[in-house]
Each structure stands twice: as C-alpha cells, then as structure tokens.
C-alpha cells in the first residue's frame, strides 16, 4: 500500500495536465489543465455551488452527485487560493484507488494462496498499464471502479463469510455506482439478482442501497419536478450542433448494435484503436475530434496481455470450482460485464474523448486482473508439479 501511495502521488505531481502546484512548476497551461476539461469543470462548479448555496436544475450534473460531493470538505476547509482548493479530488481519488488496490491484491491472494503473483498482479497496475494515470485524473468513474471490486468482495464469497455487514455494504456500493452513474448500476444488478435467489431473506439488507436510490430521485423531483428524469450525456450531444456533427457527418449513428460494427470497434479496442477513425468529412472539427480521440489510444491488448490474458482460463476454473450460489454470482457479474462492454462499445463516443486510456472499459480491469491471477496460479502450479516430477 505504501507503494500504491508513492506511486500515485509521484504521478499526480507529474501529471502533464495537473492544476498549478504552489511548490512546483506547472505543466500545463491554464486552459490546458483538467480544471477546464469538460466533465471535470462540471465536476468542480457542481461542488462549489453546492457549498455556496447557488445549486440549480442548471447545476445538475449530467452524471449524478455522488462523485462531485467527495470534493466538499476540501472546498469547504481551503479558500480558493489554497493548493488544496484546486486539488479537491486528490484525496477521493488516492482513497479509492488504495482501496481498490488493496481490494484487489486481497482476492488474488486469497483465492491463489499466494503472495508473489498478487504482487505481481499488482505491479501490472502500476508498470503495465495506464490504470495509475487513470486514477489520478477526477473521473466519475472511480466510484464505478471502487464499487465493482468491492461488491464481489463482499459477496462472492464462501457462504459462511457472507454477513449482514458484506450485504450491507455492497448494497452501500451499488447504491454509490447510482448516485455517481446512473446506468452503470445495471452492470452490478445481476450479481443482487443470483444472491438474492438463493438468499431471499436476505433482500432487507440492500435497504442501504434503495435509500441512496431514493434520495437521488428526492432531488430530481426537487429539482426537475419528475424523479424518473435522469439526466445524459447524450442530451448534450444530440440537442448541440457540434454534437450531431460528430456521428451524423460520419454516418455513425449515436448506438449500433450491429455485430459487425461491434467486432470491428472490439478489434480496435484491443489492438488498433487508429482503425476505427472514420473517413474524413471534409468538416476540420470532426476529422480533428475523431483523429485525437482515437490516435492517442492505448490498445487494451497491450496491457491486457499482462492483466487479462488468463483470465478465461481463471473464470472456467472459478465456474468449476465453486457452488452452485457463488457460481450463479460469477455468471451474474460476467452478463453485467457482457452488458457494461456491448453498451459502452455500441455508442458512437465508444473512445470516451481524447484520454489515452478507454475509460468506458477501463474500469473491468481488477476484477478480471484477479480471474487472470487465478488463472495464472494454475498454470504455475502445473507448471511446478511437472518439474517436480521430471
């Protein structure tokens, strides 16, 4: 953990996008730092408002509160001319990654009874693949991160070591995946739906989860008089011209579902992001979006072959090996998983902007990092039993 943390802050400290640091040069220009990106802007004046009281149907965010809110206390002990103010996000987002990381590293050693490979596993994290930068950047994501890893520790676990508090808990994260997501908590809904088939007594433990839903409904029928009204990112693509622009110049559509254009932004996701750029239109804001959304990508393959490549094999040993409950878990988790990739990969901002990572897809990684290790631990002990008996 005392790794994670250096690693992480050395990161943020040198982040090439990072808000201005009084101690330290900045490395980015004022209009280039993620204070004025898009979602993160949204993400401070959102927090802000909330404290001053200025918080509007305006203000909403189109995402949710549950990721701004974290931002409060730094807000509301640091005037804006503090280091502190600026870099609001720090501590959320050093939390959740520890939490994560240490989340992680404990279901690999656990299910491995191993040391070396879950620190193996982890070093992944921070050596292989873009994850690391991920985190330091303020994205919604985090908490969508954080509650997946968290919800199938407390569940997917051996029948006896499931308690009120682990039900209360995942509930507790799915109900913040909510609050900060709407449509990802979609992708956790299954694993409830197999545990409570099995444990049906058991459902007046996720009360924690329907409050936090509820309360989210409460304000938008505060605020937009409809609680059912919950809010997109789409809205402000389809209702802005240089939104439509994007997918009706290049023909692309805002979903497709086609199996052939799913394989084909597949192939690019995991090994030629460039593929996927569409032809030009002759239009320069659309040829420039489309080109730096996709040039700069980081292909999945190329820290997945590190993170991911055993992870089939882990999830086939895992389907074996376990009960009938924790196995309808596993395959309730994979069909969220199968929804969470084909929804993500179907929409026309599939690239999720002009980040090198796909942040749309990035969030699966620990727990199929911990399925790899699993898978890998076979392999290995195969592997150390044949030399043992050569």
Same mark, same amino acid.
């Given at each position: 953990?005392?790794?994670?943390?250096?690693?992480?802050?050395?990161?943020?400290?040198?982040?090439?996008?990072?808000?201005?640091?009084? %101690? =330290? *040069?900045?490395?980015?220009?004022?209009?280039?730092?993620? +204070?004025? !990106?898009?979602?993160?802007? /949204?993400? #401070?004046?959102?927090?802000?408002?909330?404290?001053?009281?200025?918080?509007?149907?305006?203000?909403?965010?189109?995402?949710?509160?549950?990721?701004?809110?974290?931002?409060?206390?730094?807000?509301?002990?640091?005037?804006?001319?503090?280091?502190?103010?600026?870099?609001?996000?720090?501590?959320?987002?050093?939390?959740?990654?520890?939490?994560?990381?240490?989340?992680?590293?404990?279901?690999?050693?656990?299910?491995?009874?191993?040391?070396?490979?879950?620190?193996?596993?982890?070093?992944? %994290? =921070? *050596?292989?693949?873009?994850?690391?930068?991920?985190?330091? +950047?303020? !994205?919604?994501?985090?908490? /969508?991160? #954080?509650?997946?890893?968290?919800?199938?520790?407390?569940?997917?676990?051996?029948?006896?070591?499931?308690?009120?508090?682990?039900?209360?808990?995942?509930?507790?994260?799915?109900?913040?995946?909510?609050?900060?997501?709407?449509?990802?908590?979609?992708?956790?809904?299954?694993?409830?739906?197999?545990?409570?088939?099995?444990?049906?007594?058991?459902?007046?433990?996720?009360?924690?989860?329907?409050?936090?839903?509820?309360?989210?409904?409460?304000?938008?029928?505060?605020?937009?008089?409809?609680? =059912?009204?919950?809010?997109?990112?789409?809205?402000?693509?389809? +209702?802005?011209?240089?939104?439509?622009?994007?997918?009706?110049?290049?023909?692309?559509?805002?979903?497709?579902?086609?199996?052939?254009?799913?394989?084909?932004?597949?192939?690019?996701?995991?090994?030629?992001?460039?593929?996927?750029?569409?032809?030009?239109?002759?239009?320069?804001?659309?040829?420039?979006?489309?080109?730096?959304?996709?040039?700069?990508?980081?292909?999945?393959?190329?820290?997945?072959?590190?993170?991911?490549?055993?992870?089939?094999?882990?999830?086939?040993?895992?389907?074996?090996?376990?009960?009938?409950?924790?196995?309808?878990? =596993?395959?309730?988790?994979?069909?969220?998983?199968?929804?969470?990739?084909?929804?993500?990969?179907?929409?026309?901002?599939?690239?999720?902007?002009?980040?090198?990572?796909?942040?749309?897809?990035?969030?699966?990684?620990?727990?199929?990092?911990?399925?790899?290790?699993?898978?890998?631990?076979?392999?290995?002990?195969?592997?150390?039993?044949?030399?043992?008996?050569?």
């Amino acid at each position: 953990m005392i790794v994670a943390f250096i690693f992480f802050s050395v990161s943020y400290i040198f982040h090439p996008a990072r808000p201005e640091l009084g %101690f =330290l *040069f900045s490395f980015a220009d004022a209009p280039y730092n993620w +204070e004025n !990106w898009h979602d993160q802007s /949204v993400y #401070f004046s959102v927090a802000n408002k909330l404290v001053d009281g200025s918080f509007s149907a305006n203000s909403y965010p189109q995402t949710g509160l549950g990721y701004p809110i974290l931002s409060i206390p730094s807000i509301i002990l640091n005037s804006k001319d503090s280091i502190l103010y600026h870099h609001s996000f720090f501590i959320p987002n050093l939390l959740m990654f520890l939490a994560t990381v240490y989340v992680t590293f404990s279901l690999m050693k656990k299910s491995t009874k191993n040391f070396w490979l879950p620190i193996l596993g982890i070093s992944a %994290f =921070l *050596f292989v693949s873009p994850y690391l930068l991920w985190f330091v +950047e303020p !994205w919604n994501g985090h908490v /969508v991160d #954080f509650g997946i890893i968290g919800i199938v520790y407390f569940l997917m676990r051996d029948p006896g070591e499931v308690t009120k508090k682990s039900i209360i808990f995942a509930s507790l994260l799915a109900g913040w995946i909510f609050a900060a997501r709407y449509v990802d908590i979609i992708w956790v809904l299954p694993i409830f739906v197999a545990f409570f088939i099995f444990k049906p007594k058991k459902f007046l433990y996720f009360f924690p989860c329907i409050i936090i839903i509820g309360l989210v409904l409460f304000s938008h029928w505060v605020y937009f008089d409809d609680p =059912l009204m919950l809010l997109s990112n789409f809205d402000r693509f389809t +209702e802005n011209e240089n939104g439509r622009r994007l997918y009706e110049k290049t023909g692309i559509g805002i979903f497709n579902l086609e199996i052939t254009t799913l394989g084909n932004r597949t192939f690019c996701l995991f090994f030629n992001p460039s593929n996927c750029i569409p032809p030009e239109t002759g239009d320069d804001y659309v040829d420039n979006w489309w080109f730096k959304a996709l040039d700069n990508k980081i292909p999945l393959s190329v820290y997945g072959l590190g993170l991911l490549v055993f992870s089939p094999l882990g999830i086939f040993l895992l389907l074996r090996k376990y009960e009938i409950r924790q196995k309808s878990i =596993l395959v309730g988790l994979l069909i969220g998983f199968l929804g969470s990739f084909v929804f993500y990969t179907s929409i026309y901002a599939f690239p999720s902007g002009w980040t090198p990572f796909f942040r749309y897809h990035i969030f699966w990684i620990p727990v199929f990092a911990v399925f790899s290790i699993y898978g890998l631990n076979f392999v290995y002990q195969k592997m150390r039993l044949a030399s043992k008996e050569n």
